[in-house]
């Protein structure tokens, strides 16, 4: 029986694939059992299905799944998860951003009987002063605003139990902020700390807009206070008019010249309260598309090519 998975969503990392598998091979040979090191070709573009084969026939550890298109890197993560056999299971990124080598403490510590160890980052060199920055904020919004607490720097690099595997494989979820879902799940957890290494080939495949919508994922996923902010904003507009109407009527009583006149006035006004409005449905709609998302019931990916899984394995 498998005891360590480790899942690495791939997406166009034709460079990194070699130093990867050099790296996770010498400290999978030095774990105390059998291990399987499960890559999950997200669409790539470039030659990384064919490199993937090659590991696989030069290394039975080594297996694939591969997407019909490209469905994003949380999405390739849950399926390695629903695909893992393992009694633990460590994801991993591609880039080697997540050093390999922090594997063995990570075990150490579920051996000290925790179910989940997350890496916390202490520090991200070489990435820019603006994903640093916007990293740094959004963490910190999130913890504020989220039900649950949701550790802050900490990415997908993490170790989880089989229990915890087998609850997540069993949340029917689309949006899938899994960084969340792994918080929200419980069990003893801890953190150790890590410095964010540089990628070690290629681009970043996270763009901006990628980047974007994770984080609006993890918002709406889990927390309701957007939606409550239209309710303030909306209070606080109605108790604005009622000064007004009272201050209107007093000047008019007392027959001092209004300062409230002209059509400036009258156009700010309209343009505030129409943006405040937009801006409410906008997030009514965030969480309405998210209903639709979820009733539609499609699957989370399609496979083009498994290796390495008997038909039977899926878990
Ligand atoms: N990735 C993926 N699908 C995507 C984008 C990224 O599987 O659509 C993978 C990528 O190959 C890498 C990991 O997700 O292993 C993290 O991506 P990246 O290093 O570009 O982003 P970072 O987390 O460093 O910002
Ligand atoms: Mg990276």
Redo the contacts with the bound molecule.
């Keep these: 029986m498998t005891k360590y998975s480790t899942i690495?969503?791939?997406?166009n990392?034709e460079k990194t694939l070699a130093e990867l598998y050099r790296r996770v091979s010498a400290v999978m040979d030095r774990l105390d059992g059998p291990v399987e090191l499960i890559l999950i070709n997200?669409g790539s573009r470039d030659r990384t299905l064919p490199i993937l084969r090659d590991l696989h026939e030069k290394d039975p550890r080594i297996c694939y799944l591969s997407f019909a298109r490209?469905f994003?890197?949380q999405i390739?993560v849950t399926a390695g998860l629903n695909f893992a056999r393992g009694q633990v299971v460590i994801i991993l990124?591609?880039?080697l951003?997540d050093p390999p080598e922090l594997i063995p403490d990570l075990i150490e510590k579920w051996r000290q009987g925790y179910q989940v160890v997350y890496a916390q980052r202490t520090q991200r060199r070489q990435e820019g002063w603006f994903k640093r920055f916007m990293a740094y904020a959004f963490y910190r919004i999130l913890n504020r605003l989220a039900d649950i607490d949701i550790p802050t720097d900490t990415?997908d690099f993490c170790l989880m139990d089989r229990q915890v595997v087998d609850i997540l494989n069993a949340m029917p979820e689309r949006n899938r902020y899994l960084r969340g879902l792994r918080a929200w799940v419980g069990f003893a957890q801890t953190s150790i700390p890590f410095e964010r290494d540089p990628?070690f080939a290629g681009e970043?495949?996270?763009t901006f807009r990628?980047?974007l919508a994770l984080a609006i994922n993890g918002l709406v996923s889990f927390s309701k206070v957007p939606l409550r902010i239209s309710t303030y904003v909306g209070l606080l507009s109605a108790f604005m008019a009622l000064v007004m109407a009272a201050l209107v009527l007093y000047w008019r009583l007392s027959e001092i010249r209004s300062p409230l006149t002209g059509y400036a006035t009258i156009a700010i006004a309209i343009f505030f309260l129409g943006a405040v409005q937009l801006v409410s449905i906008g997030i009514l709609g965030e969480y309405i598309g998210r209903i639709y998302e979820e009733v539609k019931g499609r699957p989370l990916y399609t496979l083009a090519e498994v290796g390495g899984f008997s038909p039977s394995s899926r878990s």
């Design positions: 690495v969503p791939v997406y990392e997200d490209n994003g890197h390739a990124d591609a880039d951003q990415g990628r970043v495949k996270y990628k980047s």
